[in-house]
């Protein structure tokens, strides 16, 4: 789990100070690596604040419509079939939960 915005601008404001990263990560309880993140964030990228989680969109996603379509289409199809029809290199795995995520299913005869 990150710090908190509060934790973050804590340790700018004593590095600001003039306190050494070891001094800093004694005084917050933290290790230095994170302190020197910290301050190379802030100098670089002007970040005062951890990053909010982050959502990412599947790598599957950009087929969406194409996947549903050939389910409709072939009902009866193996996740291989969907995967050379799709023409994609996405594996058999990334299918699988594609079509979990879509709450698709195929329907074998």
Aim: glycine share 2%.
């Amino acid at each position: 789990m990150p710090f908190s915005q509060e934790r973050w601008l804590e340790v700018l404001a004593a590095a600001a100070a003039g306190e050494t990263t070891r001094q800093i990560a004694t005084g917050f309880k933290c290790c230095e690596s994170w302190v020197r993140r910290v301050k190379q964030e802030y100098r670089e990228l002007g970040k005062t604040a951890p990053l909010k989680t982050r959502n990412q969109i599947p790598e599957w996603h950009s087929l969406k419509d194409k996947i549903i379509e050939l389910t409709e289409k072939y009902p009866d199809q193996k996740l291989s079939e969907l995967k050379t029809r799709l023409n994609t290199h996405l594996t058999r795995t990334i299918l699988c939960v594609a079509l979990k995520a879509l709450k698709l299913s195929f329907k074998k005869k």
